[in-house]
T-cell receptor, first 114, second 117 residues
């Protein structure tokens, strides 16, 4: 059973508009959530994270929202730029039990059109 | 050099070969990881090392043998692999501390693309 799911394999948006990437999880032990971005032929790079004690974290154009009751988080990118085109992975960890160990979703390929 | 470096970037091997993947981190972290990314599958955690000690083996077949001689280096020794082991193998590091003192952010290398013939 996959514990972290990104149900949209791909997303296409126009430059300047908002991109919303979604992620669902099933394990209630997860208390820390991260988003990574991956360009082709590169390893994933950390983008933004959120602890379960918060419901929102913002960093520039990137905002992550967490809905614990729904076990759902989303990444908002606004305004979207062509350079944001990449694969975005949602990840979750139980920091209190095994810090650093993360379970990843399948990824969503974002394409931002000029 | 900075960050996490993996070599080789590409490797083709037969099922009877023995090869090794190498990872080096220059971030002063004390935890290192091997992840596997197969086509159309999520990243799968394989091994975790904290302070050079293996703390996680995620039911990985014995044909994959990790080695962590120090906090900066991590190897993945490969022998008698199968074609289905062809994948991108990603090394990562993080700063592992006391419970609650680690954000869990992973720093990844660029990966080693393995093809088993």
């Amino acid at each position: 059973d996959q514990q972290v799911k990104q149900n949209s394999p791909s997303l296409s948006v126009q430059e300047g508009r908002i991109s919303i990437l979604n992620c669902d999880y099933t394990n209630s032990m997860f208390d820390y959530f991260l988003w990574y971005k991956k360009y082709p032929a590169e390893g994933p790079t950390f983008l933004i994270s959120i602890s379960s004690i918060k419901d929102k974290n913002e960093d520039g154009r990137f905002t992550v929202f967490l809905n614990k009751s729904a076990k759902h988080l989303s990444l908002h990118i606004v305004p979207s730029q062509p350079g944001d085109s990449a694969v975005y992975f949602c990840a979750a960890s139980a920091v209190s039990t095994n810090a650093g160990k993360s379970t990843f979703g399948d990824g969503t390929t974002l394409t931002v059109k000029p | 050099e900075t960050g996490v470096t993996q070599t080789p970037r590409h490797l083709v091997m037969g099922m009877t070969n023995k090869k090794s993947l190498k990872c080096e981190q220059h971030l002063g972290h004390n935890a290192m990881y091997w992840y596997k990314q197969s086509a159309k599958k999520p990243l799968e955690l394989m091994f975790v090392y904290n302070f050079k000690e293996q703390t996680e083996n995620n039911s990985v077949p014995s044909r994959f043998s990790p080695e962590c001689p120090n906090s900066s280096h991590l190897f993945l020794h490969l022998h008698t692999l199968q074609p289905e082991d062809s994948a991108l193998y990603l090394c990562a590091s993080s700063q592992s501390g006391l419970a609650g003192a680690n954000t869990g952010e992973l720093f990844f290398g660029e990966g080693s693309r393995l093809t088993v013939l």
